[in-house]
């Protein structure tokens, strides 16, 4: 049989193809470097600058739950030793693969002892921004680290 004629088949022709094409792919154009913030660069769902940053920055509670895939982290209740009447719970949801602000989530909650039984309590907008910043700052530095 000719090799025309092994070209004349499907799967040939196909792999023919793609041959053809992987080497059109290899010419002289240079690659671009790559993005250590972009998805890529990490092997779980999320952006694992912020994974990291985050679980560092709520490491002062118990860990309840920790998703690397779904990009959830949530905290046992905490109460600080110097102020046992109160007790705070946070939510850090990391909602995207590339490090960039929008792509954090932190929610908390906070209750005080009263009469013996824990009450919600509010929780000062300042706490969560705050907390937000210490994660977001973390995950930039370690990025930097990464690529220095």
């Known amino acids: 049989m000719s090799a025309l ?3 004349r088949r499907p799967a040939t022709l196909a792999m023919a193809i793609a041959a053809a094409a992987s080497l059109a792919a290899c010419g ?5 470097e790559a993005d250590l913030a972009a998805s890529q660069v990490t092997t779980i769902g999320v ?3 912020l994974w990291r940053a985050a679980l560092e920055a709520v490491s002062f509670a118990p ?3 920790a998703d690397s895939n779904g990009g959830v982290i949530v905290t046992d209740w905490y109460a600080n030793p110097s102020n ?3 007790r705070v719970k946070v939510t850090v949801t990391i909602l995207d693969q590339d490090l960039r602000a929008d792509a954090l989530r932190v929610a908390a909650s906070r209750q005080v002892a ?3 039984a ?3 309590a509010p929780v000062q907008a300042a706490t969560v ?3 937000e910043d210490i994660i977001l700052t973390k995950a930039r530095e370690l990025r930097r680290q990464a690529v220095s």
Request: hydrophobic fraction near 25%.
């Open 63 to 65: 860990l309840l739950q």
């Open 28 to 32: 002289g154009r240079e690659r671009p």
């Open 114 to 116: 009263q009469n013996g």
């Open 84 to 86: 046992p009447n109160e």
């Open 118 to 120: 824990w009450v919600d």
């Open 129 to 131: 921004q705050k907390l």
């Open 5 to 7: 004629a092994n070209l």
């Open 47 to 49: 952006n694992s600058y």
